[in-house]
């Protein structure tokens, strides 16, 4: 079936520090990746997306790459700040069919000053 | 474009109860969908209606059910509340091209549910 596993958090970085969040997945053909942000006490927000194979999604300063080769879409930000402090979420949705988002489990991230 | 609102974004209820929650997708949105996220299970998805018309449902108890009307507004329903309700229930729509799921889903803030 389809699945996405994300790094374990939480993450605690130093702020300016460089940011990189794992990801892989586990689907059949070419699905779409997602990575979502969910700030404390809030929604889901789209980060960024990609819909093919070495499509690079970018956001706020993030970026992730579509690798079909290492089916993965690894989450980095060159210089975090104190307001990137959140939980972000890699999903997917497969290439065919009407079938939910599957999210990986979160990975909590703390920025501190 | 005003983005998807979910009501109330709060509500406390004891067991036994029912709720019922609402969703307002984007503007054009036809498709909406419902997740429930607790620490323990992460994000779960519950249905998605298109049309007002359920097209797809995940694993959870009938207790659970949903409904859209011609607007594209959308209610979720929760019957007899256990304990384990408690969690956020989370709303999304997606664009116009009727490819549902698959399209890009816009989550609203969610109703934050307590089942004391």
Known sequence: GNSVT??????????????????????????????????PGEGL???????????????????????????????E???????????????LTPSSGNTPLVFGKGTRLSVIA | KAGVTQTPRYL??????????????????????????TPGQGLQFLFEYFSETQRNKGNFPGRFSGRQFSNSRSEMNVSTLELGDSALYLC???????GGLRDTQYFGPGTRLTVL
């Not at chain 1, 210089?79 to 990137?84: E, L, N, P």
């Not at chain 2, 406390?12 to 996220?37: A, E, M």
């Open chain 1, 6 to 39: 994300q790094m374990e958090g939480p993450v605690t970085l130093s702020e300016e520090a460089f940011l990189t969040i794992n990801c892989t997945y586990t689907a059949t053909g070419y699905p779409s990746l997602f990575w979502y942000v969910q700030y």
């Open chain 1, 45 to 75: 927000q789209l980060l960024l997306k990609a819909t093919k194979a070495d499509d690079k999604g970018s956001n706020k300063g993030f970026e992730a790459t579509y690798r079909k080769e290492t089916t993965s879409f690894h989450l």
């Open chain 1, 77 to 91: 930000k060159g210089s975090v700040q104190v307001s990137d402090s959140a939980v972000y979420f890699c999903a």
């Open chain 2, 12 to 37: 406390i209820k004891t067991r036994g109860q029912q709720v019922t929650l609402s969703c307002s997708p984007i503007s054009g949105h036809r498709s909406v969908s419902w997740y429930q996220q």
């Open chain 2, 92 to 98: 999304a729509s997606s664009s116009t091209s009727g």
